[in-house]
Structure formats: C-alpha cells, structure tokens
T-cell receptor
Framework: QKEVEQNSGPLSVPEGAIASLNCTYS??????FFWYRQYSGKSPELIMF????GDKEDGRFTAQLNKASQYVSLLIRDSQPSDSATYLC???????????FGGGTRLMVKP | NAGVTQTPKFQVLKTGQSMTLQCAQD?????MYWYRQDPGMGLRLIYY???????DKGEVPNGYNVSRLNKREFSLRLESAAPSQTSVYFC????????????FGPGTRLLVL
C-alpha cells in the first residue's frame, strides 16, 4: 500500500508569517509531486508541482523536494487569511498513471 | 469552457438503491478519474480511465462500476448503495496522464441512509 502522510493540523500561523507544510511518501519510485489547495466545500485546485530535487518557487509559494528522504514540503511566505484552507499533498506512482493523496493539512491564518 | 462538470450536485439514496454519477469534460483530455473524499480525509481513487475505451481499478473500487462513454464522459455507478458509500465524489481529468495537473469537477455529495 503506497502511502502519503501529512499532519492533519490545524496549523495556525499569524498573518504575514511563513507557513510550512510537510509531506512524506513511501513509494521510492514516485516521480511527480503536487500540492493542491482545497477550501471548505470546494474541489481541490493545483498550487504547485515539482519533479526534481531542490526548491521551486512561484510567487509566495515554494515547494521543496528531497527524494532521498522521501519528503516534500510547501512554504507559504507572507501568509494571508485567504490562504486558510486544507492543503493536500499528492504523489504519482512509478508508471505515472495514478495520484495518491495525503489526508491534508488544515492551515489557519489569523489576522 | 465549463471545464469538468458533474451531476447531480447532491443525492440522497436508501440502502440498496442504485444510481449513476455523471462526469463530463470539455478540455479534450484523454484521462479521467473518480475519487471519493470522506470527512477529514484526502481523496482516494476509485477508478480511472487512461484513455477512451480503457478503465482500471484504483485504491477503493469495490461496490462501484464505471463506463467511459466517449472521450468527454466518464460515469460512476453504484449498483446497490451502502451507508459506507456516503461521501463526496470528485471527477477529475488530465490531458495525458497522472503526471500532469488534474482538473477537478465541483463534486457530488452522496448520502446513503
């Protein structure tokens, strides 16, 4: 059973702070890694994807991947109340056919 | 473009009843997916269709059947609903496979009494 693990939270940060969200995965053959944001009662939407070891930055968001440690993270700089949502980590299988999602981390940004 | 659409938005069933959840996409995507999401949990893959004419089981296929009707449409059928199938069901699509961004529909909330 391939697993993707996330701390369920809630993770509470003050407005303007950096939020750090973490994810570990069990399948060493995984190739692609995604972060989705899901507001309550809505469908998931993609924030970022990363394929290679290292950091990838997009605006206030930075994804970090360490394949040796089987670890992927998402940093949100200058957190805003509108960032309050559940963040889902997702990992593809070796064949690239299926995504396995973690349980999600609920982020709360307090004004 | 409507993206990915799902019908119905909400449904209440009695144990043993059957129903079909409909999904359609207008993005000319080849791959389509059905997930379920239970409270406080991530999404679990039920079935997927890598391309028109093919379907494969995901993580939790028991109690479900699917049909890839054509390139646009992918339906999910519950033959005999059980309370354990109470969940939110999401359909998603990608251009060519799981390594790409998945675009999700708005979801169907199903309650089985």
């Amino acid at each position: 059973q391939k697993e993707v693990e996330q701390n369920s939270g809630p993770l509470s940060v003050p407005e303007g702070a950096i939020a750090s969200l973490n994810c570990t995965y069990s399948d060493r053959g995984s190739q692609s890694f995604f972060w989705y944001r899901q507001y309550s009662g809505k469908s998931p939407e993609l924030i970022m994807f990363i394929y290679s070891n290292g950091d990838k930055e997009d605006g206030r968001f930075t994804a970090q991947l360490n394949k040796a440690s089987q670890y992927v993270s998402l940093l949100i700089r200058d957190s805003q109340p509108s960032d309050s949502a559940t963040y889902l980590c997702a990992v593809t299988d070796n064949a690239g056919n299926m995504l396995t999602f973690g349980g999600g981390t609920r982020l709360m940004v307090k004004p | 473009n409507a993206g990915v659409t799902q019908t119905p938005k909400f449904q209440v069933l009695k144990t043993g009843q059957s129903m079909t959840l409909q999904c359609a996409q207008d993005m000319n995507h080849n791959s389509m997916y059905w997930y379920r999401q239970d409270p406080g949990m991530g999404l679990r893959l039920i079935y997927y269709s890598a391309s028109e004419g093919t379907t494969d089981k995901g993580e939790v296929p028991n109690g479900y059947n699917v049909s890839r009707l054509n390139k646009r449409e992918f339906s999910l059928r519950l033959e005999s609903a059980a309370p354990s199938q109470t969940s939110v069901y999401f359909c998603a699509s990608t251009l060519t496979g799981g390594k790409e961004t998945q675009y999700f529909g708005p979801g169907t909330r199903l309650l089985v009494l």
